[in-house]
């Protein structure tokens, strides 16, 4: 993925514009919307990441991709039955290695959304994180219009369940959606449970 290492280059991916803020849920406090404020779902492929079927790489879980920096391995994805938030499993990242990013991702068509919003929640979970986060972005032509990565609140630390939100708008010329999570520096990172929405500018 050239365009991540551009914006790690450029400082993006340490400092870049949110501009949606984070909504972090308490495990213990999640409550529904009111019925007439919930935005319509987007189905993505294994959002909980309960299938075994290999991914497009046999070390992917079905339906994401995973990618780091460059170099050599730094982190390792797997597919972990140990605590999940729900059903069997969770994703997990683990770092290995000295690259400065790794990061799980899928793409949905953003062309029936041009000029709504998007909006991605996740559970997340963490230990000894130096920086993890939800990632959404929207491209075009393979080249990403805005993005999102928690950059305002990254989650550091070790940390139970949580499930956060953070949004991005979709321009009118985006062709993709692009919605994951990432681990920069050291540490470990859950994902789990993960919904994207659409709703109104």
Known sequence: MRWWAALL???ALAACATPHAPVVTP???VAPAPAAAVPSGVSLTNP???STVPGRRNN?????Y????????????ALDTMGPHGGARSLRIDNVGREPYGAIAQSVNATPFRGKTARL???????????AALTLVVLANGV??????MADAPVKGTTAWTRYTIALPVAPNAEFIEVGAMMQGKGTLWLDDVELEIGGK
Do not use: C, I, M
């Open 9 to 11: 280059a450029a400082g």
């Open 27 to 29: 495990p213990a406090s």
């Open 48 to 50: 909980g990441f309960e």
């Open 60 to 64: 992917d879980p079905e339906g994401w």
């Open 66 to 77: 995973s990618h780091q920096h460059a170099g050599e391995v730094s982190y390792k994805f």
């Open 121 to 131: 929640s996740g559970w997340l979970r963490t230990r000894d994180s130096a920086n």
């Open 144 to 149: 990403p219009l805005a993005n999102n990565f």
